[in-house]
């Protein structure tokens, strides 16, 4: 069964077209990792998956319901991160926990307390003087505290240290596959997704360029590094290339296909090269080689 | 639902706690001044210049109600404007107009408390001093200052939660306008033939701020 359900989402902001005829769809129990550069429509599609915006065309579906009118019940279910860890930074720990736990009939609050007791913050401290990384577990405390089904991280990397992202990404995948939650995230730090997704969504200005198993993905997506013996020969438009990305003789070609495929198709075009070369790549260097570098 | 309250106090408690120094302080200055006028010239003069020179005792608390109105209502809304933490308010398990109704009873509500307070001084520091002859007029002429009070906290309010710039001043322009209405100079008890209609008028803005919520909830930008 679908967790989420985008149908046919297109959205614009006056003239400018974010995207159109967008569909997609995050089954439960798997962690969706939604990538994409800036101004392809993370965030609007994060906002209108949380019902503060409303699309032109298309909706969106949480448990069955429209997004744009998400039932108090339904609401219950999902827990929400707003990007840079946005909390209210006027109360302490104390109080916040305090104020959560009234909407929350399941409200369990020893993983809250759990990771409080690993900040090295006084009781009365107020949010608003703790460190970003110190932020993010608050409020990531408080959402597992609700103990939602659905999660939906809306780049919660932003602002952490390593240790603190790390911190982030292990407690939250192992709370995920523990407790069979559902988790939708964005995150401009693309490594931290490889340690934590399961499905990869990738975004390009206006459409998707890939929707898979991560591990589907990262096996079948291919960077070949190849040098060319006559740097001004060019590679022709083809049907196997996803992206090419070409520096004085050095090609990096980008592909859903098999070496020997690639081999064929350079001999046929008459393209000579000196060194030939498949590069293990990581979710970054897939994500660039499937966006480009510009 | 506590809960909601709960937050409500935290944010507003301090301009709370200022306003009632404040109008403690206002109305302990008026009926010290007015002892004072009475005891140092003689008390017939002094009734004289407040019923037909206009010169009444209250007119310190004309921007009282205001500022205090002015004061809640900042406090409660503008901390959920910074990064627009209004999202997490929307967020909460609770119909996004009961949660805004919510705030806003709450905010009004403290509000009105902190006003029945002040007129409880008010009208036993002035039955010290005057007859009911003076004491009446003199209520109808602060009513509408502390409705402009009320109607200035749901004016700021529904301008703090507008997410577009533009409607932000158009609002502003237009609050502003609507509540000098409140405090416009009027002969004592001058206020009487309106009060009814400045009285449903407040009524009728404490609900605008849901417009400003359904944008927000539909992205305008």
Redesign the interface.
Known sequence: MNAIECRNLTHCYGKKMVYENLSFNVEEGTILGLLGKNGTGKSTTINILNGFLQPKEGECLIYGENTQNLSPKTKRRIGFLIEGHIQYTFMNIHQIEKFYSGFYPAWNNKPYWDLMSKLKVTPKQKISTMSCGQRSQVALGLILAQDPDLLILDDFSMGLDPGYRRLFIDYLREYAKAENKTIFVTSHIIQDMERLIDDVLIMDYGRILAQQPLSSFMNRFRQFNITLKVEEAVIPQNDLSVNIEKVKDKVEFYTYNEESEVRSFLNSSNIEYTFFEEKKMTLEDAFIGLTSKY | ???IY??EW??IKRVFSASLVLGILALSFIFIKVRHDILFSDAAGYWYSFLFRGSPYYTLLRFLPLVTGLGIAIAQYF?ETV???I??T??????ENEILIRMHFFGAASLTALFVLFYTIFITGSSIFFPSDIIVPALISITPWFLGGLATYFMVALILLEPVLLYRVLFGIVGAGFVSFFSLRAGIGGYKPILITLSALTILVSVVILFSGYR????EM
């Open positions: 639902m506590k809960s709960y937050k935290i944010k901390p990064d627009k933490r999202k997490l929307f967020h909460l398990p609770v119909r927000f909830r539909k992205g």
